[in-house]
Structures are given as structure tokens and as C-alpha cells.
């Protein structure tokens, strides 16, 4: 391809350089040649750059960088990992991708031409040096391919990042080592949070109470450890006094719970500054899922490698932004990246844990001729995307099954997608409750149909049990908190947890949802203004359970968003998210983004509620002692009252308090650890264009964990 | 029936609003706090400023009284919009405006039956536009003043 391309230049090049001689020699016998300032200028690929780069600092700088670096706001756009991702693509594709969804908060004043312009920039920047020609919409060359060597050697990072054991230890010079059973794991040890939200029900609760309400005035910083820098939003795991943290760029570390010291540290890579939100334990190994879709355990004493399994295939777009669970002796894991058109969809899938052996595959988009394949408008297959698994499931050891939340359709707007507001795309925006023997759907509820608004319905189901009967609630971005039986799915209540007006109803009966007239109607180019915004209602923070007072208290946010469709071909190798969107604060809240929710899960009425300028990022736990501790962007890690939502105790961090406190107890002595940590997409977009006045140090990466004094 | 705990402050907010009855006419007090309109990473330090408008009602007059800051150029044009919470609809009332980036916004408006209607549904909105934010630049719903003492 880079060959035809090059001869096609070069003979343009030609043919024009004999023009212009021709033109020359006609000077000197004929008329006077035209006036050179009259010539249309010859548009190249270079000066495309040129004017590219004066639209990307206008357009695209303010989240990208002006070096195309990246900043908290959006991702970088050069170098190696850049190339990584986009380098076996064509700038046809870059451009479908960046015109149907760039920049976030519309493209009213940005033309074809300023597209490609940018393109071309962006190529430029990242090394493009054997392209003449002007890019033009269906330039299908191979990006890559016109990158010199030269270049691409430039583009590696230097040094290279190592792989595999950085530091060499083993968790017994700390405490004998007993292997962590299933049996273990549906009963943790009370000193124990041995998984992502410590229980298989989901439920971030610590049955530990020596840290209550009339003592947690008193706690004091006991250790803080320095993580590694980039997007981070952790949930480390405590297993016998030893803490087991994923960092940012796929590094876990082993820390003596009691001191902070490194037991042991395991680059698995790739080496980059992406986010893992959580990783899982079995028996004596730690399993991680990565940034680019595999799957890799660890020996949790010393670190050093097991196995390790491909979940999906990385250049495709596929990748893992949360960890697995390990549930009926099996490690299960989600998906995410699946919002391009390309035959392969997003699925759960299960290995097993001895040796990483795949065992089962559920997909989460019906295709052609299989249940539910009819509810996609007749789309090709090949169209049919979304449906990410991007936030990890839970268990329920009696019923083996397992119970995932699922993204929305993509792209986000129905016009988009070539749908309507009826083609609800199974199984997306649904609980999915899968067996884990076979892998096969025992039933679904599909919260949110035809989801129009980038709201899904992705995140933690937590499960219940009062008396015999048995519940899974979840929270989706719609803020509406849903009850439903789990052993059928049936619907049973909800209830709304921040104001919503993208529904005109909800079915008290059925739990059927129904969209604003316009909402249902929107065009392409057509502004909707809704709430909550794509941040949520709630977010990635998982929300806990508190068994003794049947509450479950959530994590919630409050903003809204004016959402407006883009244009998408239907063109393989295509889609994306396609929609321009901009925030506002939420009516009625008084500017306080951040609320604290809790809500009896009998009668599904709010107990209380404490709200706050600043928005939360970390998940809620709650304990024992009646206390649930819950972090925000203003750096503030706050305890408060479980009966009545007061602030106990509160303390400030280096930077923003970001992802799932734990609790855990060494010898006797109970601890609270949390992490600080930065990045993360709409929950730290949305609250940068809001509560500007918020700000804080764009490093910090840490953990901290907290006792009472001896 | 015995009144919910909810419903018992509730009913306590509501006696504390009528408690400024005059002799002869109700009134009462409404908010709006101004905030930027909706912005993005790119508009974010060009919509900006924020403000608070406290509204008496008194029988159908409406009173406006307020004051903003902080904007990114000087206002142009203060209206009273009519649309439920987070939908924009179109202007009901102008409002006078200080010729500033910061400054007073006020008025005295008569309400249909109709209007007093919506303004308990909260369906009105103060928006006030600047010479660089000609469709607006900050927007505040309009809620009874006890909504945010809840």
C-alpha cells in the first residue's frame, strides 16, 4: 500500500513540475503568464500539518496538550502507545473516529477540512515522514507504514520499562501463608477484604467495629505509601495482613499491612498510565486482568508469574479497565472496548483458575438468528457494538450464578447507530445473570432499552437477602436505585436517587422505563438536555450494603449534560461514541455535586442524604462500628454516621481521594485504608468544568491507611 | 393518619415560609443561584461567573433581587425563561441588568394565574446574557428558598 501510494505521489509530483515548465517556456513566446499570486497554492500533506496544528490548538489542545501529551482531561495522542493503538489503521478511520467524536462539547465550528487537517497533524506529530500527497476522507493507507524507522525508534520509550520482578521478597518472611479456598471466600475471615467489595454478595461491609462512631474522632495516620503516577482508580485486596495493590501501567504490590514496607513488586505491563481498577485472589495466587485484555496470575508470596491468558485481541480496541472475580473455583472477567465495528463483540468470559484454560464465553450482543437478535433493527452484526462489561460482577455461591451489569448500545444516540427508540439491542444496558458451570444466560432485565444518552447501566449489582427472598440491586448513571429478584429477574421497586427528567415514567409494576418525547425523537445535530449527565447519577464507586440496618448507601452525583447526536457511517472498522456534549450544575442542588445517599432496601425510601460541592470518588464501605467512610476531589476522606449521615471525623490527602476504601484488622487492631489517585474519564471531566474553584495537585498517586492510637 | 418523618419537616418548612404573612397577602420566598451555562473543556474559561437571585411573591407579583459576578463580559440582556428544571424554554420576562461583568439584576413582575403555577412547579429560570455569551452565559432554576435549607 505505502508503495502504490508513493508512486501515485511521485508521479503527481511529476506531472506538475512538467506543467509548471510548460507553463515557462510558454511565458517567453506567448501571453504573460497569470500573476503567481493567483495560483491556488498546492495543498500537501505538510501543509495540512501546518494548518492542522493551528485547529488542534484551538479544538483539541485544552484536553490532549498542545504536544499532544495528554492531560487529566483526555488522553495523549503521540508516541509509542499512540502508534500502538492507531498504527495498523488508516487515516480514513482516525478521521471517521475523530469526526464522530471530537471534541466532546460539539464540532459547530470545525469543517471537513479542519478534520483532516488535523489528521494530518496528528500523523505529522507522531512521524508520518513519507506522505506528499493531501490526505483526503478516504485516504486508506496504513499509518504505521509511513512511519521511518528512523522515527519509530524515536518513539519508544527510553528507557525500556521493565517486566516481571522489580523487587524480589515473599509474604512468609512476614506470616506463614495459607492458601485463601472458595470455602474462604464466601465466608472471609472478619481481618480480611480478600476481594474486590470483600464479599461475593458485593456488599463493602467489614463486620470490624473496634473503630465506631464515639472513637473515630481519634484516627490517626498509621503508614502511607507512594503508588506509581497515571490513572488510578485502586481497590486493593488485604489477605492476612498483606495488602495486594494494583498500580497504574499494570505493576502490583505486595505492602506489609502493619508497616507499609514492600514485600514484592511484579511488572506485568504494558508499561503505559492506564487504570486497573481491581484485581482478585485464589488459593496462593493473585490474578490481574491488564490494560491491553489479558489475564495473568501471580504467585501471591513471591510475585513471580503462573500463567497467563488472552481474553481478547488488544490491536482490535479490546481492552480491561476492571479486574476479575473468582467465583465457583473459576476467574471471571469482563470486557471493555467494544464500541467498533468489527465482527467480534464484547463478552464475559471464565478461565480456569489453576492454569488460565478458557472455559466459557457469554457474549453480550445478540447477533442475527440467536434470542434476542431481532431487537437490533436489522442491523449487520458487524454493527452491533457496545455492551462492555467494564465494571466487575458479583456471586451468589448458592444460585452459581454471576451477576454482571452491561454497558449501553454505541453509539450512544439511536440516530447514530442507524436505530430508533425501539430497538432496544439485547443484552445491553441489562443485568445479565450468567451460570458459571455453563456460561449460559439463566435471565436478564434490561433496565434501560435503546439507551440514548451515554447512561448505562454497567456497574456493581449488589445482592441482598431478607428473609427467604433473594435481591440484586444496582444503580446505573440514571441514578435509579433497582430492586429485582434475583433467582428470575422479576422486578420488584426502585426508587430515584437524584433527579432524573430523562424518563417521562416508570412502570411501578414492570420497572419499564420511558423516554422524554424528544429524547426519544432526537436528530443528528440535535441538542437534548437531560439529567443526570454521563458521570451519573452513579458512577464507577461501588455503593455498600450495611447488613445490621438493611441500608445500602451509595455514592451519587449530581450534574446534567446538553447531548447532541453525530453522524457515524456505517463503515467496518468504524464506529465509536458519536456524540457532542456539554455540562451543567444539576437544578435544584444548590451547585453540591456530591451526595451521599441511604435508602432502606425494604422500603426503598431515603433515610437520609448528606450532599457537598465536591464530588466523591471513592466507592462507600460501611462497618461494624456503624460508620461509612466515603472520599472526594477536594481531597477530603470523611467518616460518617450511618444512622443519620453525619460527618464524624474527616482528614485531607495529598491529592483527590479516589477509589475503594477497604478495612482490614493485624493482630486484633483494626485499620482503614484508602487510596489518593488521579484520572479517570466522566466522573473527573464533568466536575472540572463545574466546580472549577476545586483544585488540587495533579500528581499523588498513594495509599493511606489509618488506626486509632495504641 | 400519623405524618412520616419526611413529611413532618416537610409540613415544618412549610409553616416557617407562611410565617411571613402579611395582614392581607401571602408571600413567598424563591431562589435561583446563577451558575455557568453549559460548558465544556474548551468554553470552560469563557462561560463563567455565578450569581443569586432571591424572589418574593406576593400575591401574583413576582419581586426580583439579585446580584452576579465574575462573568466573562459585560450583560447584555436578563430574562426570566419558562421551561421545567434542565429544559430550556423560551423568555417570559425581561429583567433589568447591570452593564457589567458583575453586578444587580431586579424586576417586579405581574404572573398570570397560569404563571404562579409554573413558578410553584418550578418551571422558570433566570438567564442572563453577556456581549461574548450572546445565547447566555449564566442560568439559575427557580425553587422556593426552603428546597435548599432541606
Not at chain 1, 517486566?163 to 480480611?192: I, K, R, S
Not at chain 1, 504467585?299 to 479490546?318: H, L, N, P
Not at chain 1, 472520599?631 to 479516589?658: C, H, M, P, Y
Request: charged content about 15%; aromatic content about 10%.
Amino acid at each position: 500500500m505505502k508503495f502504490l501510494f508513493d508512486v501515485k505521489t511521485r508521479t503527481v509530483s511529476l506531472g506538475l513540475i512538467l506543467s509548471l515548465t510548460l507553463v515557462a517556456c510558454g511565458s517567453e513566446t506567448t501571453e504573460p503568464a497569470a500573476p503567481a499570486a493567483e495560483a491556488a497554492p498546492e495543498i500537501t500533506f505538510a501543509s495540512q500539518a501546518v494548518l492542522g496544528a493551528e485547529a488542534f490548538a484551538t479544538n483539541c489542545a485544552a484536553c490532549h496538550g498542545t504536544s499532544l501529551e495528554g492531560t487529566t482531561l483526555g488522553p495523549l495522542l503521540s508516541g509509542f502507545s499512540w502508534v500502538q493503538r492507531w498504527g495498523s489503521q488508516t487515516p480514513e478511520l482516525l478521521l471517521n473516529n475523530i469526526q464522530a467524536n471530537m471534541p466532546p462539547g460539539g464540532n459547530d465550528n470545525i469543517t471537513d477540512e479542519d478534520y483532516l487537517n488535523i489528521v494530518a497533524h496528528i500523523l505529522q506529530v507522531n512521524g508520518v515522514d513519507s506522505v506528499f500527497n493531501a490526505l483526503t476522507a478516504s485516504s486508506v493507507f496504513e499509518i504505521a507504514a509511513n512511519i521511518s524507522q528512523v522515527v519509530a525508534q524515536r518513539q519508544r520509550p527510553e528507557p525500556p520499562a521493565p517486566v516481571g520482578l522489580t523487587v524480589a521478597g515473599n509474604t512468609e518472611d512476614y506470616v506463614p501463608f495459607v492458601p485463601l479456598t472458595q470455602a474462604m471466600l464466601e465466608d472471609p475471615d472478619p481481618a480480611d477484604w480478600p476481594m474486590h467489595r470483600r464479599n461475593h454478595y458485593a456488599h463493602s461491609y467489614s463486620p470490624l467495629d473496634q473503630i465506631n462512631t464515639e472513637n473515630v474522632g481519634n484516627l490517626t495516620l498509621e503508614w502511607v505509601w507512594n503508588m506509581h503516577e497515571g490513572d488510578s482508580e485502586p481497590a486493593p485486596l488485604v489477605y492476612n495482613g498483606i495488602v495486594y495493590m494494583i498500580n497504574p501501567g499494570n505493576v502490583i504490590q505486595a505492602l506489609d499491612g502493619k508497616t507499609g514496607e514492600l514485600i514484592w513488586e511484579h511488572w506485568t505491563g504494558p508499561a503505559n498510565r492506564q487504570d486497573m481498577r481491581n484485581i482478585a485472589m485464589y488459593e496462593d495466587k493473585i490474578i490481574q486482568a491488564t490494560t491491553d485484555a489479558r489475564l495473568v496470575a501471580l504467585d501471591a508470596r513471591t510475585g513471580e508469574q503462573v500463567w497467563e491468558s488472552i481474553v481478547a485481541d488488544s490491536s482490535k480496541g479490546f481492552s480491561n479497565s476492571s479486574g476479575p472475580i473468582v467465583a465457583d473455583d473459576k476467574v471471571i472477567v469482563g470486557l471493555a472496548g467494544c464500541a467498533r465495528y468489527i465482527p467480534e463483540d464484547c463478552y464475559i468470559s471464565a478461565y480456569n483458575a489453576d492454569d488460565g484454560a478458557l472455559l466459557w464465553q457469554f457474549e453480550t450482543i445478540a447477533e442475527m438468528g440467536q434470542p434476542g437478535g431481532d431487537t437490533w433493527g436489522g442491523l449487520d452484526d458487524v454493527f452491533r457494538a457496545g455492551g462492555e462489561t467494564w465494571i466487575t460482577g458479583s456471586y451468589d455461591p448458592d444460585l452459581k450464578l454471576t451477576y454482571w451489569g452491561t454497558a449501553q448500545q454505541k453509539p450512544w444516540v439511536p440516530v447514530s447507530r442507524h436505530m430508533t427508540i425501539y430497538d432496544v439491542g439485547l443484552y445491553t444496558n441489562s443485568t445479565v445473570a450468567v451460570n458459571t458451570d455453563s456460561g449460559e444466560l439463566d435471565w436478564y432485565f434490561q433496565h434501560v432499552p435503546a439507551e440514548a444518552l451515554d447512561l448505562d447501566e454497567v456497574f456493581e449489582r449488589v445482592l441482598v437477602n431478607r428473609g427467604d427472598d433473594k435481591y440484586v440491586f444496582s444503580i446505573g448513571k440514571y441514578g435509579i436505585l433497582w430492586k429485582n429478584d434475583r433467582v428470575t429477574g422479576k422486578f420488584e421497586d426502585y426508587v430515584e436517587t437524584v433527579f432524573q427528567n430523562a424518563f417521562t415514567n416508570i412502570d411501578s409494576e414492570t420497572g419499564e422505563v420511558t423516554y422524554r418525547q424528544d429524547i426519544q425523537n432526537a436528530q443528528l445535530n440535535e441538542w437534548t438536555s437531560a439529567c443526570p449527565s454521563s458521570t451519573g447519577g452513579k458512577d464507577w464507586h461501588s455503593m455498600t450494603y450495611h447488613p445490621p440496618s438493611g441500608l445500602i448507601i451509595a455514592p451519587l452525583s449530581q450534574t446534567c449534560l446538553e447531548n447532541a447526536a453525530r453522524e457515524v457511517a456505517l463503515v467496518q472498522g468504524g464506529g465509536g461514541l458519536a456524540a457532542s456534549r456539554k455540562f451543567f450544575e444539576m437544578p435544584g442542588t444548590d451547585g453540591n455535586l456530591g451526595k451521599v445517599g441511604a435508602y432502606n432496601v425494604d422500603t426503598m425510601e431515603e433515610v437520609w442524604s448528606y450532599q457537598q460541592r465536591a464530588s466523591l470518588h471513592t466507592g462507600t464501605i460501611s462497618t461494624a462500628g456503624d460508620l461509612v467512610f466515603v472520599g472526594d476531589l477536594d481531597r477530603r476522606f470523611k467518616a460518617l454516621n450511618i444512622n443519620n449521615g453525619e460527618i464524624l471525623w474527616e482528614t485531607r490527602l495529598g491529592t483527590s481521594v479516589q477509589g475503594h476504601p477497604v478495612s482490614f484488622a493485624i493482630d486484633g487492631k483494626q485499620y482503614i485504608m484508602v487510596n489518593s489517585a488521579l484520572g479517570g474519564s466522566s466522573p473527573r471531566t464533568v466536575p472540572g468544568v463545574i466546580a472549577t474553584e476545586i483544585t488540587y495537585p495533579r500528581w499523588g498517586n498513594a495509599i493511606y491507611v489509618f488506626s486509632l492510637p495504641d | 393518619m400519623q405524618l412520616g418523618r419526611k413529611s413532618t419537616l416537610l409540613f415544618f418548612i412549610a409553616s416557617l415560609s407562611l410565617f411571613n404573612v402579611s395582614a392581607q397577602t401571602q408571600t413567598e420566598t424563591y431562589r435561583a443561584r446563577l451558575s455557568p451555562m453549559p460548558t465544556t473543556p474548551q468554553t470552560v474559561t469563557e462561560i463563567i461567573g455565578e450569581g443569586e437571585v432571591i424572589l418574593t411573591l406576593s400575591g401574583n407579583t413576582l419581586t426580583v433581587d439579585g446580584n452576579f459576578t465574575g462573568m466573562s463580559s459585560v450583560a447584555t440582556m436578563g430574562h426570566i425563561h419558562n421551561g421545567p428544571p434542565a429544559q430550556p424554554g423560551p423568555v417570559a420576562f425581561s429583567l433589568e441588568v447591570s452593564s457589567a461583568t458583575g453586578g444587580s439584576i431586579s424586576g417586579e413582575l405581574e404572573l398570570t394565574d397560569e404563571q404562579v403555577t409554573a413558578l410553584k412547579n418550578n418551571e422558570f429560570y433566570v438567564q442572563i446574557h453577556s456581549q461574548n455569551n450572546a445565547p447566555g452565559e449564566l442560568r439559575g432554576w427557580i425553587f422556593l428558598r426552603s428546597h435548599f435549607q432541606n
